[in-house]
């Protein structure tokens, strides 16, 4: 069974600049979250989704969104780019709506680094 | 103050020998507390998830443990290998009703031939 799978691995974007991440979770797998990680904060959660719906949210700004397809896969989108949002962003699976309750798989990550 | 707190910061090994890290919460309240390794450039890869009311959970050669009423946990490796040299990170997700997930700041552990 293949794993979470992200697009892209690697990107770089100016100050301003808007961003959308990719993810598609593991086959059968409905719910998705998001994690930013950076050497100063380690990880942060950003938000769950779950049948399209965001069930829980993190302490980020507006500027982080994200959304949920239909077939689960999901992107996260950040508007306005700042230096401070370069980071490594993890996309994790899980099986059902209790993601924050149950093993999370790990997506190798969108590296993304804002100049 | 990080209300999930890990020691030591970082660890180097011996090949062979066995090491014990250390996570202390101050959060509450509780709902589960998990225990992941990171390996340089990749995603996390959870080890164990344990509720308040367990106290100890193994995955092959890691045994993670829980004391709820001092808010410990602890990661213990058993026969350290080369491949155990990673980031350890800490866990905590609360429940308001909605849940939140607390992080530590993560092991580096280090296995030395």
């Known amino acids: 069974k293949a794993g979470v799978t992200q697009t892209p691995r690697y990107l770089i974007k100016t100050r301003g600049q808007q961003v959308t991440l990719s993810c598609s979770p593991i086959?059968?797998?409905?719910?998705v979250s998001w994690y930013q990680q950076t050497p100063g904060q380690g990880l942060q959660f950003l938000f769950e989704?779950?049948?399209?719906?965001?069930?829980n949210k993190g302490n980020f700004p507006g500027r982080f969104s994200g959304r949920q397809f239909s077939n689960s896969r999901s992107e996260m989108n950040v508007s306005t780019l700042e230096l401070g949002d370069s980071a490594l962003y993890l996309c994790?699976?899980?099986?059902?709506?209790?993601?924050?309750?149950?093993?999370?798989?790990f997506g190798p990550g969108t590296r993304l680094l804002v100049l | 103050k990080n209300q999930v707190e890990q020691s030591p910061q970082s660890l180097i090994i011996l090949e062979g020998k066995n090491c014990t890290l250390q996570?202390?919460?101050?959060?509450?309240?509780?709902?589960?507390l998990r225990w992941y390794k990171q390996d340089t450039g990749r995603g996390p890869v959870s080890l164990t998830i344990?509720?308040?009311?367990?106290n100890t959970k193994s995955n092959g050669r890691y045994t993670a443990t829980l004391d709820a009423d001092t808010k410990q946990s602890s990661l213990h490796i058993t026969a350290s290998q080369l491949s155990d040299s990673a980031s350890y990170i800490c866990?905590?997700?609360?429940?308001?009703?909605?849940?939140?997930?607390?992080f530590g700041t993560g092991t580096r552990l280090t296995i030395i031939p």
């Open positions: 994790a699976s899980s099986l059902t709506a209790g993601a924050l309750r149950e093993t999370q798989y």
């Open positions: 996570c202390n919460y101050t959060v509450s309240p509780f709902s589960n």
């Open positions: 989704y779950f049948s399209e719906t965001q069930r």
């Open positions: 866990v905590v997700t609360l429940n308001f009703g909605n849940e939140k997930l607390t």
């Open positions: 086959s059968g797998h409905r719910s």
């Open positions: 344990m509720t308040f009311s367990e």
